[in-house]
C-alpha cells in the first residue's frame, strides 16, 4: 500500500497585538468598521510575542477576537503554561488552503528543512478583467496585474506588488509573505484598504490629495504612504 499525501499552502494573516490590549481592540475595531469583511473567513495566526504572562485582559483576548468572528488557525510566541492562558483552546489543525501538488513523505528518520522566513517570488498573475465585487484575487508567489478596475467589495492578494490599470476601489494588500519593498500602483486611487507587509490604511487615514488620482502606495519606516503618479 502506498500513502500518498499533498502539499496544501496556506494564505493566513498574523495578527501581533501589543498592549495595552484594550486600546488595540479599540482599533482593531475602527479598521472592521470600515472594512467590515476583511476578516470574514480569513484564516488568522495569532502572535503574542509582544506580550507576557502578567499582560491585563490577555485571559479573555481569546473570546473577544471570537466575538469579531475572527477564525485563528495558530497560535505563536506565547506559552500555553501561562496561568492566563489556560482556559484558551489552541489550535489543533488547518482546514481549507490552495493545493500545491504532490509530496512525498521521506521514507527514512531525516528531517524537511524549514521554510524560509522570505517566501521567494516567481512568475505575476495578469487579470485582464475586472475585479468585481464579492470576488478575491489572491497569488501568494508573485505581482498582481489588474487589466481593469478593482470593485468595491473586491480583494487582490499578493505575495508581490499589485497593478491597477483602472480604479482601485476595494482592498488591495500586498507583500503578504515579507517583502516590505512591494508596491501598490492604480490609475485612480479609490481604495477601501491598502495594506503592505502587513500595515494597514483605511480611507479615514488617506490623505485627500491622491484620491481620484493615479498612485503609488509604499512603505516608507513602517507607514503606508501614498504619492500621486504624475500622468
Given at each position: 500500500m502506498t500513502i500518498r499525501a499533498r502539499g496544501r499552502s496556506f494564505l493566513a494573516l498574523i495578527l501581533s497585538p501589543e498592549p495595552p490590549l484594550k486600546d488595540w481592540l479599540a482599533k482593531l475595531d475602527e479598521h472592521i468598521k470600515h472594512a467590515i469583511d476583511f476578516f470574514h473567513q480569513q484564516p488568522i495566526i495569532l502572535d503574542l510575542s509582544l506580550l507576557n504572562e502578567t499582560t491585563e485582559g490577555l485571559a479573555s483576548f481569546q473570546e473577544e477576537l471570537r466575538q469579531r468572528h475572527i477564525h485563528l488557525i495558530g497560535?505563536?510566541?506565547?506559552?500555553?503554561?501561562?496561568?492566563?492562558?489556560?482556559k484558551w483552546e489552541w489550535p489543533l489543525e488547518l482546514r481549507g488552503g490552495r493545493p500545491q501538488g504532490p509530496m512525498k513523505i521521506p521514507e527514512?528518520?531525516?528531517?524537511?528543512?524549514p521554510?524560509?522566513?522570505?517566501?521567494?517570488?516567481?512568475e505575476s498573475l495578469v487579470i485582464d478583467r475586472v475585479v468585481r465585487s464579492?470576488?478575491?484575487?489572491?497569488?501568494?508567489?508573485?505581482?498582481?496585474?489588474?487589466l481593469g478596475a478593482v470593485s468595491s467589495g473586491a480583494e487582490v492578494i499578493?505575495?508581490?506588488?499589485?497593478?491597477?490599470?483602472?480604479?482601485?476601489?476595494?482592498?488591495a494588500i500586498a507583500g503578504i509573505n515579507g517583502h516590505p519593498h512591494a508596491r501598490i500602483y492604480?490609475?485612480?486611487m479609490e481604495a477601501e484598504l491598502l495594506a503592505i507587509?502587513?500595515?494597514?490604511?483605511?480611507?479615514?487615514?488617506?490623505?485627500?490629495?491622491?484620491?481620484g488620482q493615479a498612485a503609488q502606495i509604499f512603505l516608507d519606516k513602517n507607514h503606508v504612504k501614498i504619492v500621486p503618479i504624475k500622468i
Amino acid at each position: 500500500m502506498t500513502i500518498r499525501a499533498r502539499g496544501r499552502s496556506f494564505l493566513a494573516l498574523i495578527l501581533s497585538p501589543e498592549p495595552p490590549l484594550k486600546d488595540w481592540l479599540a482599533k482593531l475595531d475602527e479598521h472592521i468598521k470600515h472594512a467590515i469583511d476583511f476578516f470574514h473567513q480569513q484564516p488568522i495566526i495569532l502572535d503574542l510575542s509582544l506580550l507576557n504572562e502578567t499582560t491585563e485582559g490577555l485571559a479573555s483576548f481569546q473570546e473577544e477576537l471570537r466575538q469579531r468572528h475572527i477564525h485563528l488557525i495558530g497560535i505563536e510566541g506565547g506559552n500555553k503554561h501561562w496561568e492566563a492562558l489556560e482556559k484558551w483552546e489552541w489550535p489543533l489543525e488547518l482546514r481549507g488552503g490552495r493545493p500545491q501538488g504532490p509530496m512525498k513523505i521521506p521514507e527514512h528518520n531525516g528531517q524537511i528543512p524549514p521554510l524560509p522566513t522570505t517566501s521567494p517570488l516567481t512568475e505575476s498573475l495578469v487579470i485582464d478583467r475586472v475585479v468585481r465585487s464579492g470576488q478575491s484575487i489572491q497569488h501568494s508567489t508573485g505581482d498582481v496585474i489588474v487589466l481593469g478596475a478593482v470593485s468595491s467589495g473586491a480583494e487582490v492578494i499578493a505575495g508581490g506588488s499589485i497593478h491597477v490599470y483602472g480604479p482601485l476601489r476595494g482592498r488591495a494588500i500586498a507583500g503578504i509573505n515579507g517583502h516590505p519593498h512591494a508596491r501598490i500602483y492604480t490609475t485612480r486611487m479609490e481604495a477601501e484598504l491598502l495594506a503592505i507587509d502587513g500595515f494597514y490604511m483605511v480611507p479615514e487615514e488617506m490623505p485627500n490629495g491622491p484620491i481620484g488620482q493615479a498612485a503609488q502606495i509604499f512603505l516608507d519606516k513602517n507607514h503606508v504612504k501614498i504619492v500621486p503618479i504624475k500622468i
